[in-house]
């Protein structure tokens, strides 16, 4: 089971913005840096935001995150229909010694 | 290129045993952890185990402690998961990625594991 809460699915039109929210504990995200992944359909996961809020290289900068408390955001700029796919966020967790993955949001784009 | 590649994943009954691997290319791999992820069929995703670089914090998750272990050889390059007693639910597409878990920067493309009578 999931620890870390995401929506199960957002959808939005081409050239729109989205947000996903990702919420955890004190244990989680309140201490520890939160990553996102992008995993599109046949392909390996990848690293969109480290750190809680920094692109490797190569990520453009429509990709975004931000981190409060115990929560956490993914945001997306300008949607291309390349961007559909499956969005997790991830935090260790201190208390359990393991790493958490979110439930992972699925991105349609109209 | 800084690439992982997978490899060992098979069909095995309840109760069988099988170990993959993970060899690293393109990169210092000793300075360099590396976790297994994996996602069972229509889930998402889920961390398994990691370890650092010189195999001095080794860690699973609770579902998987006492009956994988991972591991680790510099000279080759490689990581190892030692997956015993398994079972249907382990039942997944196994990758590597490496890193902390906070930055899993290089994923592999993954290993089928199938747990089935």
């Known amino acids: 089971q999931s620890v870390l809460t995401q929506p199960p699915s957002v959808s939005a039109a081409p050239g729109q913005k989205i947000s996903i929210s990702c919420s955890g504990s004190t244990s989680d995200i309140g201490r520890n840096y939160v990553s996102w992944y992008q995993h599109l359909p046949g392909t390996a996961p990848k690293l969109l935001i480290y750190e809680n809020n920094k692109r490797p290289s190569g990520i453009p900068d429509r990709f975004s995150g931000s981190k409060s408390g115990t929560s956490a955001t993914l945001g997306i700029t300008g949607l291309q229909t390349g961007d559909e796919g499956d969005y997790y966020c991830g935090a260790w967790d201190t208390s359990l010694s393991g790493g958490r993955f979110g439930g992972g949001t699925k991105l349609t784009v109209l | 290129e800084v690439q992982l590649v997978e490899s060992g994943g098979a069909l095995v009954q309840p109760g069988g045993s099988l170990r993959l691997s993970c060899v690293a290319s393109?990169?210092?791999?000793?300075?360099?952890?590396i976790n297994w992820v994996r996602q069972a069929p229509g889930q998402g995703l889920e961390w398994v185990s990691s370890?650092?670089?010189?195999?001095?914090?080794?860690l699973h998750a609770d579902c998987v402690k006492g009956r994988f272990t991972i591991s680790r050889d510099n000279a080759k390059n490689s990581v190892f998961l030692q997956m015993d007693s398994l079972r249907a639910e382990d039942t997944a597409l196994y990758y590597c990625?490496?890193?902390?878990?906070?930055?899993?920067?290089?994923w592999g493309q993954g290993t089928t594991v199938t747990v089935s009578s």
């Open positions: 990625a490496r890193g902390p878990f906070h930055n899993l920067d290089v």
């Open positions: 393109g990169f210092t791999f000793s300075n360099y952890g």
């Open positions: 370890i650092d670089g010189s195999s001095v914090i080794i």
